[in-house]
């Protein structure tokens, strides 16, 4: 799924040794340099660069913690999650004793979907991914822990046997720069180990032409993206840069399906400055309005939560920590041909208000512009909505002479204030379909 640097590149990012276990580009293999452990502190610091900046000392607890926990099972990481057992027989037991999760993002993954999971650690849900997508699908992990993609890599061979296809592939990132794969850059700190400052502006300028031309995981290039219990590992300065890079490796009509964990309150700052209540998924929490702001920021609509655990996971002080599992619809493209919509709101409320602002009433024909139809398009709006489209053969010269094809649905501008319809030219409309799903190849509405 990724766009690695190949041969092709100039000398000064020349692949070294290399490893076959890396994702197809092209429908071909392409080869991707052996991690060096030299300086990886030092490029994942330089990949922040540019990103809202770095906090070392919470990237170390993190790396520091989670590579135990990939040598000894620690149970006090996140919260024990149910999977369906017919998924797990196939996934080695290395691999299931090492799963840190507290949600089930899994489970809402289709057959033949391109499925990208954030901080893949072991690799236990990108298994379980792989037998739902089956052999027209593909499962990218990523994770920025050498010993954790150790583990996850160890058990691929033996799962795809298991399978009797493989397509889980796991790369090195940090999930707020997708674009930029730490794993090359290891291998060229190796050859080209920094020592002066000339040498780490040369690395920086690598890094953004490796973002620009050949990023890990390209733009729109993902169905869905899932993420279980990680997103609160990410420093607070580049939490937002996280959910932009999730908004912008998805397809236009794709989706994000990610379960974390959220605090009632604001996480306090002394406790924010615990290295290991970072590491153990409490200081990085945010607080759940912001979190589910973090999505709509980014221009992802239709944000539903479809989990929330009523009990918290653990009180720590005054601030509950709780699950929950939320999704997230990138909007499909605005339409090349685009006419006049409007919509009808099925009910059960008397009224709703979208992302976008829109106003629907239950019942009322609300004409709407196209970020509004975009909106209604690319979520769970559609089983809720009739979606109508300018009627062309619906003229009053049309009805008067019996040619209309269908009897017109009648919309007029409203006044918002009095809710009083005034006198005012009609606006016909007929019904595209008896939902908002609509005809859309690759990710655009053509309504």
Excluded at 99 to 126: I, N, R, T, W
Excluded at 241 to 269: K, N, Q
């Amino acid at each position: 799924m990724g766009c690695p640097i190949t041969a092709h590149q100039p000398a000064l990012v020349q692949a070294g040794p290399a490893r076959a276990d890396t994702p197809h580009v092209g429908g071909e293999r392409v080869l991707r340099p052996v991690s060096h452990p030299l300086m990886t502190s030092l490029a994942s610091a330089l990949a922040g660069r540019g990103k809202s900046g770095s906090t070392v000392s919470i990237d170390r607890a993190v790396q520091q913690r989670y590579s135990a926990a990939s040598q000894v099972a620690e149970a006090g990481l996140c919260c024990p999650v149910d999977y369906d057992p017919q998924y797990l027989k196939v996934i080695p037991s290395e691999v299931l004793e090492r799963d840190y999760g507290c949600g089930d993002p899994v489970s809402y993954v289709q057959p033949g979907e391109h499925v990208l999971d954030l901080g893949s650690g072991a690799g236990k849900v990108c298994f379980i991914a792989a037998q739902i997508v089956g052999s027209s699908g593909s499962v990218l992990g990523v994770d920025l822990n050498d010993d954790m993609l150790g583990v996850a890599r160890g058990a691929q061979a033996e799962v795809a046997r298991r399978l009797g296809y493989g397509n889980v592939t796991f790369a090195k990132a940090q999930i707020e720069d997708l674009a930029l794969d730490l794993e090359f850059l290891d291998g060229h700190l190796g050859r080209h180990p920094v020592r002066s400052y000339d040498d780490v502006r040369q690395l920086e300028e690598l890094s953004d032409r490796l973002r620009r031309d050949s990023p890990l995981v390209p733009d729109g290039s993902v169905d869905v993206v899932i993420s279980n219990c990680v997103l609160n590992l990410v420093a607070p300065q580049r939490k937002q840069d996280m959910f932009g890079e999730i908004a912008r490796v998805l397809r236009p009509g794709g989706r994000a399906v990610i379960s974390d964990i959220v605090s009632d309150i604001d996480v306090p700052t002394a406790m924010q400055a615990d290295p290991h209540l970072w590491s153990g998924c409490y200081s990085g929490a945010l607080q759940e309005e912001r979190f589910l702001d973090g999505f709509t920021r980014v221009g992802l609509t239709g944000l539903t939560i479809l989990k929330r655990e009523a009990r918290p996971w653990e009180t720590v002080g005054d601030v509950e920590f709780r699950s929950v599992t939320v999704a997230a619809y990138k909007p499909p493209e605005r339409s090349v041909r685009p006419s006049p919509h409007a919509v009808v709101y099925r009910g059960p409320f008397a009224t709703v208000t979208i992302d976008t602002g829109l106003e629907m009433v239950r019942g009322r024909v609300v004409p709407i512009g196209p970020d509004d139809l975009r909106s209604i398009l690319a979520g769970p709006y559609s089983e809720h909505t009739f979606i109508l489209e300018a009627a062309a053969d619906s003229t009053d010269d049309a009805l008067q002479h019996g040619t209309a094809t269908e009897p017109p649905v009648y919309a007029v501008p409203v006044d918002q204030a009095s809710g009083v319809r005034p006198e005012a030219p009609r606006t016909r409309y007929r019904l595209v379909s008896e939902s908002a799903a609509c005809e859309r190849v690759n990710g655009q509405c053509d309504c």
